[in-house]
C-alpha cells in the first residue's frame, strides 16, 4: 500500500494541515499539461488527447530520454477496473507505434515544431536509434482505492510496466501543494517488454551514470572537495539531477577524459543558493566558499539557470589523468541515467574499488 501522507505546520504549535480534495478533471490535469516534472523530471510530452485507432483518447502521451512512451491517464472516478482496462487498451496501441507515428502525432497536436527537434533541445541529447523500444503506463487518482491497487500490484507482478500515482492537494496561508505518492517504487516497475528482455540488462536499482562536463562554472577538483555533482545553465539540464535520490551511487564521467570517480548521494538536487556545504562539520553556504571554477556562482539567485548541485559522499576518486576510459565502456550525453552496462559496471569495480566493496555504500569507506 501507498503510505499516508499528511503535513504538519510547526509553529507556537503543533497543527495538522487539511487536505483538501482536488478535481481531476481540473486543477490536477492542467498542473500536469504545464510541468510533467510533476511525474518524472525526464519526460517530454508529446500531446494531450492523442487519439487512438479505435478512436479513443489518450490523457497525456509523453517519452522520456531513452525514447520510451509513457502513457498517462487520469482516473476521473470510473471504477477500477475500467480505467485498467482502458490504459491497457491504450497501451496495446501505443506500443505499436513507429518513429513516423510518434512524428505525425507530435506534429498534429503540437503545431510547427518538429518530434526530434523538441527532443534534442529538451534532453540535449540526440533520439535514440530505437524509440518506443518499451512503454510504460501510468494512472493519476486524487486516491488509490482498494480495487486499483490489487489489480496493478497483479499486474506488475506479471511484468506488465503499469504504476498508479495519487496527488493529495493541500493549502497552508492561501498556498496550494500537491503531495505525490507511487503506489509502487517507480524503479520497481519494469520499462522492458518481455520480447526486449534478452536484450538489455536490468538495472539493478542503485547505479547511475552522470556526466560532469567541466566549464568555467564546473571544475571536477571543486566536485571531490566539496562533495556534489552538479548541473546547470538550464533546467532542461539540472532537472536531470532529480532523479538521483539518497542512497543511489553514482559514477562521474567527465567527456572526453573518462570516469573519474565513484560515490553515494546522500542530498537530492538543489540549486547551489540552497545547497548546504558542510566544512568540518559545519554547514556553510556557497558565497562563503573559494571554487576553482571561475564562474560557479553564475545566476546565482536564479533557480532555472544557475548551478544545481546533488550531495555526494565519495568513495572512490581519481586524477583526470588516472580516468578509467577505453573502447567498450558506457558513456552518453545524458546528464544523469541508469547505468545497467555489466562490462562497465565490472570495470568500474576494479578501478574504484572502494565504491564497490561491501558496505561502501553506508560510509563504511574513506574517499581516496
Known sequence: MPVETSIWKISQSVEKVPFIP???ESKLQAALEQNL????????LIGRQVRTENNKFIDLLAVDDEGHLHVIELKKGVTPRD???QALDYAAWVRKLGLEDIQGIYASLQPGKKFTDDFTATFDAPLP???NENHQITIVAS???PGTERIVQYLVEYGVPINVVSFKHFQVAGEEFLVRSWLIDPDDVTTEAPATKAKKEPWNGQD????????EWRDWDDAVKYGFISAGKGRK??????RLQPGHRVAAYIPQVGYVGVGTVTASAVPIKDFKFVIDGTDQKAQTLTFKATDALHDFDDPDLSEWLVGVEWQH???REQALFGQGLFSNPYIACKLTDPHTLHELAKRFPQAFQEGSLTGDTASS
Not at 37 to 44: H, K, N, P, T, V
Not at 208 to 215: A, G, R
Not at 237 to 242: A, F, G, K, V
Request: proline residues 3%; glycine residues 2%; without cysteine.
Open 37 to 44: 516534472e510533476i511525474l518524472d523530471s525526464g519526460l517530454m
Open 317 to 319: 576518486t581519481l586524477p
Open 208 to 215: 547511475f551514470y552522470v556526466t560532469f562536463k567541466e566549464q
Open 143 to 145: 486516491d488509490i482505492d
Open 129 to 131: 536509434d530505437t524509440v
Open 22 to 24: 482536488l478535481a481531476l
Open 83 to 85: 480505467v485498467v482496462a
Open 237 to 242: 539540464y539540472s532537472r536531470m539531477l532529480q
